[in-house]
T-cell receptor, first 114, second 112 residues
Framework: EAQVTQNPRYLITVTGKKLTVTCSQN?????MSWYRQDPGLGLRQIYY???????DKGDVPEGYKVSRKEKRNFPLILESPSPNQTSLYFC?????????????FGSGTRLTVV | GQQLNQSPQSMFIQEGEDVSMNCTSS?????WLWYKQDPGEGPVLLIA?????ELTSNGRLTAQFGITRKDSFLNISASIPSDVGIYFC????????????FGTGTQLKVEL
């Protein structure tokens, strides 16, 4: 089954403790992206990657890092999480052939930073 | 970064009613897409629109790409309980990757 898999689904952590949220896709998609979802703000892009070793900032990149060492994986790293990073996070992937190709989303990771 | 404004923010309707929601932007997009998010899941693509004025249907859903390319509309006819969820519009310009700029969402609740 074609899918984007995120882990974990739920995570509670303390301020300053480094964490990684994993994302993997099995569709051989070139494009991958991370979004955060907050009430009243919709989904905002954190980082994206157009292919292996090619990453770039989205609209809200502060406090996050990513890497793309393999085509299928795109982990999101919070080096020193803070409470304002409490949110619902989604990983998504797509072919990279231009307009109109919608994203396939993972099921989300709900992160709470206390 | 830019966000798209969706209205209404939420709506509570009776089963069987028709639903309309819209999405507006201060700048032009070349593609408009509509997604639905079920509780506890990621958004799923419903409809994609590729040119100004286009009207596209998917079952009980109909979406339109506004003539100005700065807005889009989604209609759901004869709503049913499984229509419950959050509906997001998204715009895409092309260039610089496949970035989708999402709207703020419309939460739909259906009363039996």
């Amino acid at each position: 089954e074609a899918q984007v898999t995120q882990n974990p689904r739920y995570l509670i952590t303390v301020t300053g403790k480094k964490l990684t949220v994993t994302c993997s896709q099995n569709m051989n998609h070139e494009y991958m992206s991370w979004y955060r979802q907050d009430p009243g703000l919709g989904l905002r892009q954190i980082y994206y990657s157009m292919n292996v070793e090619v990453t770039d900032k989205g609209d809200v990149p502060e406090g996050y890092k990513v890497s793309r060492k393999e085509k299928r994986n795109f982990p999101l790293i919070l080096e020193s999480p803070s409470p304002n990073q409490t949110s619902l996070y989604f990983c998504a992937s797509s072919v990279n052939r231009g307009l109109g190709y919608g994203y396939t989303f993972g099921s989300g990771t709900r992160l709470t930073v206390v | 970064g830019q966000q798209l404004n969706q209205s209404p923010q939420s709506m509570f309707i009776q089963e069987g009613e028709d639903v309309s929601m819209n999405c507006t932007s201060s700048s032009i997009f070349n593609t408009w897409l509509w997604y639905k998010q079920d509780p506890g899941e990621g958004p799923v693509l419903l409809i994609a629109l590729y040119k100004a004025g286009e009207l596209t249907s998917n079952g009980r859903l109909t979406a339109q790409f506004g003539i100005t390319r700065k807005d889009s509309f989604l209609n759901i006819s004869a709503s049913i309980p499984s229509d419950v969820g959050i509906y997001f519009c998204a715009g895409q310009r092309g260039g610089g990757g496949n970035k989708l700029t999402f709207g703020t969402g419309t939460q739909l609740k259906v009363e039996l």
